[in-house]
């Protein structure tokens, strides 16, 4: 591929690559991290309290909503 045509990645834009999947990898983590406690919970028999884990883990979701799709003032 002759050189001219590929855009040259500064470092700033490197660094934000970085931050953003570094931001996703910690969004994945928590996500993670409900279903773990949420099984633990279903597994003692303590229903209730999965439910609020899986409600706890759909807002914050819904409050993520730049790390699953950047929005307009993020770019």
Same mark, same amino acid.
């Given at each position: 591929?002759?050189?001219? %045509?590929?855009? $040259?990645?500064? @470092? %700033?834009? #490197?660094?934000?690559? #970085?931050?953003?999947?570094?931001?996703?990898?910690?969004?994945? $983590?928590? *996500?993670? $991290?409900?279903? =773990?406690? /949420?099984?633990? @919970?279903?597994? %003692?028999?303590?229903? %209730? =309290?999965? *439910?609020?884990?899986?409600?706890?883990? *759909?807002?914050?979701?819904?409050? /993520?909503?730049? #790390? #699953?799709?950047?929005?307009?003032?993020?770019?």
């Amino acid at each position: 591929m002759p050189s001219g %045509s590929s855009p $040259q990645t500064t @470092k %700033s834009e #490197v660094d934000e690559l #970085v931050d953003e999947l570094e931001k996703a990898e910690a969004y994945e $983590q928590r *996500l993670r $991290q409900f279903i =773990v406690d /949420a099984r633990d @919970k279903l597994a %003692s028999g303590d229903t %209730s =309290v999965a *439910l609020s884990i899986m409600n706890e883990a *759909l807002r914050y979701i819904d409050c /993520a909503t730049d #790390v #699953v799709a950047p929005t307009k003032e993020d770019k």
